[in-house]
């Protein structure tokens, strides 16, 4: 290992440890795991967050909802535990945890008194590595899937969304989790067994600790507990065209819902905080463009937003109102002329105030173990490294008028996918038909 050397930003191959600065360490194992630590003295807690290969971008075509299955199936017992004694050890370690599904990652996170991180990384490694599937709780698992899948139907906003996502993506990256009524009943325990052992294994898993840590013997618990975790090739995801234009969901309502959506840029690309700064002058708190003409000029919606939303590959923007049924259409068209009045450009107040709450929103980061382990997480998947948040608070700064009006001009938002869900359908503009 070369220990204590400066991140440059070159290649390093497995085993080899770096300290990117102060606040951000990070050490590669053998078999592809990825270890990283954000030092924070200053409290007494300490969280993580272990992402493992298995989202349901894995899912297979005649099962989605495989993915959300297994990670239910997984927390049913692992290593020397039953599924209470599961709970019972966690608990008794005062651990705070949870677990879900995002498109590329099963995604465990937990937070305890510093002193328990140990003891808790191992059941953790237990879950990921040595899950039981116990065969008699199979059903049960199913029906909390089926209880996931059925409150997706009664909840209005999130089937937008969905339906949103699913048509502005390229397939695999816009399904939901819970797949289907019919997929989730023909799930079968060799399906489960089949699904984790294809997707949950070490190369490509990212382990973020942040907290009152000591890196040496956090290194040392990490290799004993996951050194001699099997890696396995990841399956390639085959990637088909979205259909994008206008869809309606009929259902009978007095309100409607509306889903926009348009290309962007992703995370990692080196515009994205140009962009991130524009919709921020959409929908960034109630001096938003977006919040003053839709809701309190007009009193149009109840709700109304807009975010940029970020796979490995894609970007787009989405954005979202709820409105009473008789004015679901002005709603929908103040929406789309505040999207096409970007390309006008921003103002120097607009910019001001959005950097003001991006920086907001990153000191309070600060001080959660939590919050910081499952950012760092998704900065090394995204980005293949961590951006410090003296790092991102520095590219917020040096952003200016000139260059997001420049960038808006050249990348106008157009071309939108729109779903609407209510009584009747919209009528939308030519360029979404």
Not at 173 to 182: F, I, L, P, T
């Amino acid at each position: 290992m070369v220990e204590g050397t400066e991140a440059s930003g070159l290649p390093r191959g497995p085993g080899e440890r770096e300290v990117v600065n102060t606040r951000i360490l990070v050490e590669r194992f053998d078999n592809g795991l990825i270890l990283i630590a954000e030092p924070m003295g200053w409290l007494e807690s300490a969280a993580f967050s272990l992402v493992a290969p298995g989202g349901y971008a894995c899912d297979p075509v005649d099962r989605p909802g495989l993915a959300n299955f297994t990670c239910e199936m997984v927390q049913r017992g692992c290593g020397p535990r039953n599924s209470r004694q599961l709970v019972d050890d966690l608990e008794r370690l005062g651990v705070d945890w949870s677990a879900s599904v995002s498109h590329a990652h099963a995604n465990f996170g937990a937070a305890m008194l510093a002193d328990h991180i140990e003891p808790a990384l191992a059941i953790f490694a237990d879950l990921v590595r040595r899950p039981r599937f116990p065969a008699e709780q199979l059903e049960d698992a199913r029906q909390v899937c089926l209880q996931e899948v059925r409150a997706v139907e009664d909840d209005l906003y999130t089937r937008v969304i969905q339906e949103l996502r699913r048509r502005q993506y390229p397939d695999p990256y816009g399904r939901s989790r819970q797949g289907s009524k019919e997929s989730v009943a023909a799930v079968t325990l060799e399906d489960v067994q089949n699904f984790f052992t294809q997707n949950y294994h070490p190369d490509g898993a990212i382990l973020s600790v942040a907290g009152k840590i000591n890196w040496d013997a956090l290194v040392r618990s990490v290799e004993r507990l996951f050194g001699d975790w099997s890696p396995r090739p990841a399956a390639a995801w085959r990637e088909t065209p979205p259909q994008r234009g206008y869809e309606h969901l009929a259902h009978a309502s007095s309100q409607t819902h509306i889903g926009i959506a348009c290309e962007s840029v992703p995370y990692s690309h080196p515009d994205y905080f140009r962009a991130r700064a524009a919709v921020g002058v959409l929908s960034d708190g109630m001096s938003s463009r977006f919040f003053t003409e839709v809701r309190e000029n007009r009193g149009l919606s109840y709700a109304v937003w807009a975010t940029n939303a970020s796979t490995q590959r894609y970007g787009a923007v989405l954005c979202y109102a709820g409105t009473g049924a008789d004015r679901a259409q002005q709603t929908l068209d103040v929406m789309l002329a505040e999207l096409t009045n970007l390309k006008a450009g921003i103002l120097p107040e607009e910019l001001n105030r959005v950097k003001v709450r991006i920086k907001s929103g990153l000191v309070m980061q600060q001080e959660s173990s939590p919050a910081r382990a499952a950012s760092n997480a998704g900065e090394w998947y995204y980005l293949g490294r961590v951006q410090t948040l003296e790092e991102v608070e520095n590219i917020i700064d040096a952003l200016t008028v000139e260059e997001i009006n420049a960038w808006l001009a050249e990348n106008p938002p157009r071309d939108f996918t729109i779903v609407t869900l209510g009584s009747a359908p919209l009528t939308p503009p030519a360029t979404a038909e």
